[in-house]
């Protein structure tokens, strides 16, 4: 028995010294060029950070994959000895999946899609509470009462964002109206740009967008009107009307992952509940107009101008709304979230009830659209 | 809303939009009218928008940015011309090759010019005078580039080169029938090249207005399709420059309305409109008495063997 114990630890230690010892090689399989500046652009910006972060990990990837293509190139990963491979599209989750049972000493994460397994986890960094954030400041700076929203297609995760950011505006600017467009593409500079177009005939003089280049943020400054950057940090395209915006931290979620393989937590046995929705507490995404700059200077004096009547906190300027909102959301024991009822669709049915928070699954199936939101809304329920 | 904005606005974007398909459409006029298929032209669209972006970036002249993306249009056509008009591969493949040619080398060489903000862009004009008169001011001589109005001059002076000079005649008759104009003393090959080459100069300008006017920026794959958008339009267009400014901004105007008409109709339906017209164009032309058939260059696709018939 003794001769046992000892053997198993021996083993154990061996094992453990082995891991240690063990270098990391991390495939990256990504569905968009990484010169697109917008999600796959900030995936491999992510991957490049750990890296660099840490010596016992390689890293490579492939990119422009089409979806139905993704086992085989988790084959061509895997015979080149990754160990850990990514794959940072929705429609990829099947495929990671089906790989996930054909190499089960392999560990999978999957971006943005809900199915795992023994070896196969699923992360995502989600915006909800950023564009919240951005709605309050839109909603104080908008002369018209209309706010422009390009977005890319009437998918849950971007009714999730709308909403959010009307939620927002509506907050601060009870009457305004948030005017959406879609264009039926993540990635089209030219379609963005007349959506955005014909928006500003409209009469819309405030922009936010979901789509995966900076062609909103440029077309809005070449009219002179402020808006707010999406993804990646846009400060540098408009200085002067760039207010704030979305900026995504994926590396934050690399790191901790890629340690706790690293360390032995995760192993390829036990992510069939490892499921990364990381938000503002975790540092995964991160509101402003670039990293460390929240507000644009040149829209503080307005934002803190602006004051209103806040039911919860008085007489208070947007400016210092903003902050407290935040704080309220980054801090690990959060008390606020904007999906905190009562909220009411713009049809008038009551949502989240008095006093409830939306769970995890109604949030990422959500269809409904906030009070405020003007335009089409296919699949409306 | 009153009806002026709604006018205004949309013919404005149809000459905005429309102007790079405008340019690339009337290169393709030529070598299509010379008998030259280029499917190559978003390749060579691309090229142009990547290197109008680093030339202007690098210099801080849009125009030297848009005369040397003209320059790498009218080499990847000049290729174009080389394996079909002189190796006589078939042109249909060789052009779909250069598109995708082009594709893959702007996304490699543009690698590290992503993300950066344009120094110094192609001005939008206030035409003086014309500007202010009510309506057609803002409509036709505000938020255009000098690019909308060369395009339109360009297009009536390639009607007239095509259909009243001699020159015209030769590229027709090329295109028409390579052996009786060979045997009229035309120099078929030297008429090939030169108007693919030409063709590849004016996709690569319209490229380049991409990049450093309408959304002055570079990112991969920034032309989104536009490349085969002017080849549906040279058919559109029946192989007639005239046609071709209405068919541009038709298009343009099409473009615009589906984002501007989404309050009213779903947005699927004004998705698939420009598109719609476009089948429903090309179906007109697959009936015998349209006047497309007939004017379809007779010898388009078919490389030119002297002596073979």
């Known amino acids: ?381 | 809303m009153d009806w002026t904005s709604w006018v205004i606005s949309t013919v404005s974007r149809a000459l905005a939009f429309g102007v790079p398909l405008l340019w690339g459409t009337l290169g393709e006029i030529y070598a299509e009218r010379a008998g030259v298929v280029n499917l190559g032209v978003e390749g060579m669209m691309i090229l142009g928008a990547f290197m109008a972006f680093a030339v202007t970036q690098s210099v801080g002249s849009p125009g030297l940015g848009l005369f040397c993306a003209a320059m790498v249009g009218g080499v990847a056509a000049l290729v174009h011309a080389f394996l079909t008009v002189t190796l006589r591969a078939n042109q249909y493949v060789a052009g779909l090759a250069l598109s995708m040619f082009g594709l893959g080398l702007a996304g490699l060489l543009g690698r590290g010019w992503e993300g950066k903000p344009l120094s110094s862009t192609l001005p939008y004009l206030t035409v003086p005078g014309l500007s202010r008169i009510p309506v057609l001011g803002p409509m036709l001589f505000q938020d255009q580039t000098v690019l909308t109005y060369i395009g339109l001059v360009l297009a009536v002076l390639l009607w007239i080169l095509l259909f009243r000079t001699r020159w015209g005649v030769a590229i027709r008759s090329v295109g028409e029938n390579p052996a009786t104009a060979d045997a009229l003393g035309i120099n078929v090959t030297l008429v090939r090249y030169l108007c693919v080459v030409f063709g590849g100069l004016l996709a690569g300008v319209g490229g380049g207005y991409l990049s450093v006017a309408y959304r002055p920026a570079w990112t991969e794959g920034m032309t989104a399709g536009m490349g085969w958008i002017v080849i549906a339009l040279t058919i559109f267009a029946a192989w007639d420059p005239l046609q071709a400014i209405w068919g541009a901004f038709f298009f343009g105007a099409l473009y615009h309305l589906s984002y501007r008409l989404q309050a009213f109709l779903a947005p699927e339906l004004l998705k698939l409109m420009p598109y719609f017209f476009a089948v429903v164009v090309l179906a007109a032309s697959g009936f015998g008495r349209a006047r497309w058939r007939r004017r379809a260059p007779a010898a388009l696709g078919v490389p030119y063997v002297r002596g073979e018939r």
Request: net charge negative; with cysteine; hydrophobic share 45%.
């Open chain 1, 1 to 381: 028995m003794k001769r046992v114990l000892v053997a198993v630890l021996a083993v154990a230690v061996l094992g453990s010294l082995a891991l240690a010892a063990t270098k990391i090689k991390a495939g990256f399989i990504y569905v968009g060029p990484i010169g697109d500046y917008g999600w796959t652009h900030a995936h491999d910006v992510a991957r490049r950070i750990v890296d660099e972060k840490y010596d016992w990990l390689e890293t490579v990837y492939v990119e422009s994959v089409p979806e139905g293509e993704v086992e085989t190139y988790i084959d061509l990963l895997v015979r080149q000895g990754c160990n850990v491979i990514f794959t940072t599209s929705f429609g990829f989750m099947d495929g990671t999946l089906a790989a996930a049972q054909r190499y089960p000493d392999v560990i999978f994460a999957h971006c943005s899609g809900f199915k795992r397994w023994d070896n196969m986890a699923t992360y995502m960094a989600d915006f909800y509470q950023v564009y919240y954030l951005n709605g309050l400041m839109a909603g104080a700076l908008t002369k018209t009462g209309k706010i422009g929203y390009v977005a890319a297609f009437p998918i849950p995760e971007l009714k999730r964002h709308i909403s959010a950011f009307t939620i927002g505006v509506r907050e601060v600017n009870p009457k305004a109206e948030v005017h959406v467009r879609w264009i039926y593409e993540w990635y089209n500079p030219a379609a963005a740009k007349e959506a955005t177009e014909a928006l500003i005939a409209e009469g819309c003089d405030v922009f936010a967008f979901t789509e995966d280049s900076p062609t909103v943020v440029q077309v809005a400054a070449e009219k002179r009107l402020p808006s707010f950057g999406h993804y990646s940090p846009m400060y540098d395209f408009a200085p002067d009307y760039v207010v704030s915006g979305q900026i995504v931290h994926w590396d934050k979620i690399y790191e901790d992952f890629l340690l706790k393989i690293y360390k032995g937590v995760y192993t390829t046995k036990n992510l069939a509940h490892v499921d990364y929705w990381w938000l503002l507490a975790q540092g995964a995404v991160e509101v402003g107009a670039k990293p460390g700059m929240l507000i644009n200077p040149k829209y503080e004096a307005a934002l803190k101008n602006y004051v209103i009547n806040h039911p919860t906190f008085g007489k208070i300027s947007v400016y210092d709304l903003v902050y407290i909102r935040l704080n309220q959301m980054a801090d690990p024991g959060i008390t606020f979230d904007p999906f905190q009822g009562p909220v009411y669709d713009r049809k008038g049915n009551l949502r989240v009830p008095e006093g409830m928070w939306m769970s995890y699954d109604a949030l990422i199936t959500m269809e409904w659209a906030a009070a405020g939101i003007v335009g089409p809304w296919p699949g409306e329920p």
